[in-house]
């Protein structure tokens, strides 16, 4: 990103931004599966950057697991967590390349944090997500497609519409959005977006 990342953090709190709108879809749908018990409601947050999705599921009385590689990212949320929610969150200072295992979880959130895995380690990250995910969890989260115009970094990673379709062979696709448009990232700059938005229950 052509930003620090303590700058997209401020940018974010003085913003106020909602949660992501894939989570808050799988959240509605959650709500609604009678195979989840109350009392164990848990979520994997990956990439969790500035908490604000992390935050939205511990509101919902999910227990949550946030994993990020910036500990600038970890400390915000950890300050930031109201005392009711702390026995909730468990905190991890971890990249998508070093993760070798997940525990079982109801639901898996990667909010725009997935293309930021190294192309070398998409595969091994994306197996050990659909692995943890139970039968009838959830996945949400977005995947960048080849017209981006960040699809020249060969540290990240992009999909096209039938390679999204083939990793989510486990999955029944609840809702899924292809959008293609310009904008600007955090710091101001001309991009190119091309973004694939994703809920999907594991079959």
């Not at 659909?130 to 020249?152: C, E, M, R």
């Not at 990240?156 to 809702?175: A, G, N, P, R, W």
Request: overall charge neutral.
């Amino acid at each position: 990103m052509e930003h620090s990342w303590d700058t997209h953090y401020q940018y974010f709190d003085q913003k106020k931004y909602p949660p992501s709108a894939t989570l808050l879809n799988a959240l509605k749908l959650l709500k609604n599966e009678r195979t989840i018990q109350q009392d164990k409601k848990f979520a994997i947050d990956l990439g969790c950057g500035n908490g604000i999705d992390t935050f939205a599921l511990l509101q919902d009385q999910w227990k949550v697991l946030a994993i990020d590689q910036q500990n600038e990212s970890l400390q915000r949320i950890k300050e930031n967590t109201p005392v009711i929610y702390k026995e909730q969150l468990q905190l991890d200072l971890n990249s998508f390349e070093n993760i070798t295992t997940l525990p079982n979880s109801q639901l898996i959130n990667a909010s725009f944090s997935l293309p930021f895995c190294h192309p070398n380690y998409f595969e091994k990250i994306w197996h050990i997500i659909t692995l943890s995910i139970i039968q009838k969890g959830f996945f949400s989260g977005h995947f960048f497609g080849i017209n981006d115009s960040w699809s020249s970094k060969p540290e990240m990673t992009f999909h096209t519409l039938q390679q999204v379709k083939e990793l989510l062979s486990d999955f029944k696709i609840i809702h899924h959005k292809e959008i293609e448009k310009k904008g600007k990232t955090i710091s101001g700059k001309e991009k190119y977006w091309h973004v694939f938005h994703v809920v999907a229950q594991k079959k």
